[in-house]
Each structure stands twice: as structure tokens, then as C-alpha cells.
């Protein structure tokens, strides 16, 4: 398997311009998750999903930020608009069920800086 | 609330140095894990363990071992004979039974190993 597929790597906008960062799960993981990685907070759970439905969005910041998984092998995070104070690494992250339960496989993240 | 703390924010050691990563954690549930990430400069974030709360065997992976502790909430990770490679972030990270936001990330040591 190819692991976390994460796109872009690198994205470098404008303040109010709309954001889609995309992620690929590992196939056969059942949970995804979006974090987000700043200086300041660390790593931050933004969202998860089991098999495709939201189940935890008390970590997405504010209306601004959105996530989408319209199946099981492809997930969004959407902001709009953008603001320099989200410029951060976005990583995406999928799990199993069963015994490797809890094993966070992360993709190599995205990069965002808002201008 | 579950927290993780790592004390150490920079470890520098030199190659062949052993250095020890510190953990401390703190959670009200009988059944958890713990785990050890590693985020090397290009930023991805690697799976090193897991250990659950019933099991309190240290565990040696070649390099690598770790020392988990309950009495004193502690989950130790060493580097033996360290190795410029070994120059990373590491994260320290504590999860209940359930997925989602009780999935909490120390702040990270990040170790410098020079040459």
C-alpha cells in the first residue's frame, strides 16, 4: 500500500482565497483524521471520521473550515476563506479497526501558508 | 482531561551518546495506550510503539526501548548508541479505548544528534 496520500504538499495563498487540501487513506482503514500542526498548539485534531461519517468536529476551528469524505478512499478539508493564521501543516491520518486499532498511519501532511 | 507532558523541549547529544526521552502522562481511564511518534526533518510523522495501559514489560527494539511505568505515570523512551539519523521530533502520545479527541500529542522533544 502506498500509505496516506496527501495533496498538495506544498500550497502558498492568499488571504480570502479558498483552500482544498485532500487525502487518500490507507485502504481498509476504517477512521480518518485531519490534524493540524502549528508552533504554537502542537498537534491539533481537527476532525475523524468513521467509516465516512463525521464523528468529532469540536476541534475544527471555526465556520471557516469544512471537511468533507464522500467515500471511503478520499477526504477533503476546505477553508474558506483563508487567513494567515491558518498557515500551518495540515496531516491527515487513518486507523484500522481490529488489532492494529489506534494506530495512527499519517500522510506526509500539507503545507499552508496564507499571505 | 488527558494530558501528556514532555519536560524536555531540545536534546542535543553526541553520535554514540544514549539519551533518554521523557514522558509523563495523565488520564482518569483504566484502559489506555500509549505511543511514540518520531517526526524527522522532513516531516513526516512515524509510528514507533504502542503499549497498552495492562502491559508493563519494557520493550527493546534494537536502538530503541522503552520503559513504561504506571506508578509513576511515566512512558520513557532511550536511544542507545545514538545516530545522526536518529535526529528527529518526538512525540509522546496518549489514547483511550475510543478514537477521537481523548487521542492526545505531547509538545514534542525535538533531539539533536551531532556528529
Known amino acids: 500500500d502506498a500509505g496516506v496520500i496527501q495533496s498538495p504538499r506544498h500550497e502558498v495563498t492568499e488571504m480570502g482565497q479558498e483552500v482544498t487540501l485532500r487525502c487518500k487513506p490507507i485502504?481498509?482503514?476504517?477512521?480518518l483524521f485531519w490534524y493540524r500542526q502549528t508552533m504554537m498548539r502542537g498537534l491539533e485534531l481537527l476532525i475523524y471520521?468513521?467509516?465516512?461519517?463525521?464523528?468529532?468536529d469540536s476541534g475544527m476551528p471555526e465556520d471557516r473550515f469544512s471537511a468533507k469524505m464522500p467515500n471511503a478512499s478520499f477526504s477533503t478539508l476546505k477553508i474558506q476563506p483563508s487567513e494567515p493564521r491558518d498557515s500551518a501543516v495540515y496531516f491527515c491520518?487513518?486507523?484500522?479497526?481490529?488489532?492494529?486499532?489506534?494506530?495512527?498511519?499519517f500522510g506526509a501532511g500539507s503545507r499552508l501558508t496564507v499571505l | 482531561a488527558q494530558k501528556v507532558t514532555q519536560a524536555q523541549t531540545e536534546i542535543s547529544v553526541v553520535e554514540k551518546e544514549d539519551v533518554t526521552l521523557d514522558c509523563v502522562y495523565e488520564?482518569?481511564?483504566?484502559?489506555?495506550?500509549l505511543f511514540w511518534y518520531k517526526q524527522p526533518p522532513s516531516g513526516e510523522l512515524v509510528f514507533l510503539i504502542r503499549?497498552?495501559?495492562?502491559?508493563?514489560q519494557n520493550e527493546i527494539s534494537g536502538r530503541y526501548s522503552w520503559n513504561f511505568q504506571k506508578s509513576t505515570s511515566s512512558f520513557n523512551f532511550t536511544i542507545t548508541a545514538s545516530q545522526v539519523v536518529d535526529s528527529a521530533v518526538y512525540f509522546c502520545a496518549l489514547s483511550d479505548e475510543n478514537y477521537g479527541q481523548n487521542f492526545v500529542f505531547g509538545p514534542g522533544t525535538r533531539l539533536s544528534v551531532l556528529p
Open positions: 503499549r497498552n495501559s495492562f502491559d508493563e
Open positions: 485502504s481498509g482503514h476504517d477512521y
Open positions: 491520518a487513518s486507523s484500522p479497526v481490529g488489532a492494529g486499532a489506534n494506530v495512527l498511519t
Open positions: 488520564t482518569r481511564d483504566t484502559t489506555y495506550y
Open positions: 471520521f468513521n467509516n465516512n461519517v463525521p464523528i468529532d
